[in-house]
């Protein structure tokens, strides 16, 4: 993977795991946040993998693998989408714009070549043409209210969504946006914003058995109004029974525990104490500059919602974010 050159911007430390390659912070994670929330500042996501499609036939053809309706999706306008295994799996996120003559998408780092296979040994006869094009273009992102200006040409494409802009520049030009449209922040305060806005994340608050219905992607990143695509029978199904079998729920967690609880970490109810039944897992903890350290979690659908919760050993208040 690329290191970014912003790593090099005074005080970067760099993230570790999946976000590899970009900074975690550049010193100020309170402040960072703060910037964004004001429409301030920009986060580097150079590091997710960029995705084209092009043809004149791309919108059609992506309209009958990915879960949302894209037939006639309109120039500039953002969208997300899945694709699913048969059984209903989330296996890819797909953040998606066409800008009138290509549709670009990025997607979690290092999953675009499992993407692009997949996508190619689906083309059969279509006029399409998929292309990585991780090492020319990079993601960068605009809070909401920001002012910044962006060329609106084919080399800068932008992605306006309710929570900001994504901007796909090409990669020679990081440096230089930087400068003009500091100051930087990083992907701390970025997914900090994410939870507290309760937008999951592949691979976070996915596994290899969830389903949208789980995280509250219907609606978002699924038409439930649409034709066939691989998948459709299980969202289907669980939309006309209404009973998935786990919820996402957004935890605030007790401030006085000095470690945030890993991905993975064990919830219970909180009367079971510690060694009782799992009940689910965190799927990501941050702190937030005003609500303190609060995490996503996905559980059983028939947890009460008003129950108290542990997350490994941290005390959790819930909020309801998928309705059993």
């Known amino acids: 993977m690329t290191s970014s050159p912003l790593l090099h911007l005074p ?83 797909l953040y998606l714009v066409d800008d009138g003559e290509t549709t670009w998408a990025h997607v979690e780092p290092g999953t675009q070549g499992e993407l692009i296979a997949y996508l190619e040994s689906m083309k059969f006869f279509y006029r399409v043409e998929v292309t990585d094009r991780t090492e020319e273009f990079a993601v960068v992102h605009l809070p909401a209210g920001s002012i910044a200006e962006v060329p609106g040409d084919k080399e800068h494409v932008v992605r306006e969504t309710a929570y900001g802009r994504d901007v796909f520049l090409p990669r020679a030009e990081l440096e230089s946006f930087a400068a003009a449209h500091g100051p930087a922040a990083g992907l701390l ?107 996503l979690a996905l559980v059983k659908r028939n947890v009460p919602v008003d129950a108290p919760l542990l997350a490994g050993k941290t005390a959790a208040a819930q909020e309801v974010v998928v309705a059993p």
Do not use: M
């Open 189 to 295: 305060a970025y997914e900090a914003l994410r939870v507290e806005a309760h937008r999951p994340r592949l691979g976070l608050e996915t596994d290899h058995r969830t389903i949208p219905h789980e995280l509250g992607w219907i609606g978002t990143a699924v038409h439930l109004q649409k034709g066939c695509y691989r998948g459709q029978e299980t969202v289907a199904r669980v939309h006309n029974l209404g009973k998935p079998p786990r919820r996402l729920v957004f935890l605030h967690l007790d401030g006085s525990e000095v470690l945030l609880p890993a991905h993975g970490t064990p919830v219970r109810l909180a009367s079971d104490g510690e060694e009782g039944r799992q009940l689910g897992f965190v799927t990501t903890a941050v702190r937030h500059h005003e609500l303190g350290p609060i995490a």
């Open 11 to 93: 005080g970067a430390v760099p993230a570790e795991g999946r976000d590899e390659g970009v900074a975690a912070h550049y010193g100020e994670l309170y402040g960072e946040q703060r910037a964004l929330t004001q429409g301030r500042g920009f986060v580097d996501l150079s590091h997710r993998g960029v995705v084209s499609v092009s043809g004149p036939e791309r919108l059609s053809w992506l309209h009958l693998l990915l879960t949302q309706h894209l037939t006639e999706l309109p120039a500039g306008q953002a969208t997300e989408a899945l694709i699913l295994s048969a059984n209903g799996h989330i296996e890819h996120a």
